[in-house]
């Protein structure tokens, strides 16, 4: 499985686009990038996956550059309502088990 | 998607006792997972739990401490026995619902404090 990285903790404020990256340098050719969020008490939400490129839903934008290496959330305009733990995991799904890394606690102050 | 729901929501447990927690999907799904999250730790896989097969439990988790059960396809236990303060955790289950992206839908969760 897939190891990633991402910064421990993110600051922002209201109104911000806020970018999460995280690295993945032995992804797997049949390896999807999926994101995950947590608030305090809750199971994690998923909120956005991709192959390659860039995948844009309601939520979120996620970049993925040609050597899939890494991928970026993006969220634009957070609100307060955005502070959580956001989980970056690659698996090629079929039934694979998860790996959690330690995420990134986002907190967005006003 | 999928809508899950597991009950206790939380509980507070004497040390040497066993707790069964339920986990219900509204849905048929064939693969079920439990993971542990200890207080301000990322999620960690125990098992994962197949309709009419054992369970398959991950390195540091065995079957006399966690035993499983997946009787259906919309319903799984997982068993703490014989607690410790250590295994105060917060307990999800999870599901992989079919026919749309590979991804795992989460229950609520189920706070466990030992005493």
């Known amino acids: 499985l897939a190891k990633t990285t991402q910064p421990i903790s993110m600051d922002s404020y209201e109104g911000q686009e806020v970018n999460i990256t995280c690295s993945h340098n032995?992804?797997?050719?049949?390896?999807?990038i999926t994101w995950y969020q947590q608030f305090p008490s809750q199971g994690p939400r998923f909120i956005i996956q991709?192959?390659?490129t860039k995948v844009t839903n309601e939520v979120a934008s996620l970049f993925i550059p040609a050597d899939r290496k890494s991928s970026t959330l993006s969220l634009p305009r957070v609100s307060l309502s955005d502070t959580a733990v956001y989980y970056c995991l690659v698996d090629s799904g079929g039934g694979n088990k998860l790996t959690f890394g330690t995420g990134t606690q986002l907190k967005v102050e006003l | 998607s999928a809508v899950i729901s597991q009950k206790p929501s939380r509980d507070i447990c004497q040390r040497g006792t066993s707790l069964t927690i339920q986990c219900q999907v509204d849905?048929?799904?064939?693969?079920m997972f439990w993971y542990r999250q200890q207080p301000g730790q990322s999620l960690t896989l125990i098992a994962t739990?197949?309709?009419?097969?054992?369970?398959?439990?991950e390195s540091g988790f065995v079957i006399d401490k966690f035993p499983i059960s997946r009787p259906n396809l919309t319903f799984s236990t997982l068993t703490v026995s014989n607690m410790s303060p250590e295994d105060s955790s917060i307990y999800l289950c999870?599901?992989?619902?079919?026919?749309?992206?590979?991804?795992?839908?989460f229950g609520p969760g189920t706070r466990l404090t030992v005493l």
């Open positions: 032995n992804i797997a050719t049949n390896d999807y």
């Open positions: 999870s599901v992989e619902v079919p026919g749309g992206p590979d991804t795992q839908y």
């Open positions: 739990a197949n309709q009419g097969s054992e369970a398959t439990y």
């Open positions: 991709g192959y390659k």
């Open positions: 849905s048929q799904v064939t693969m």
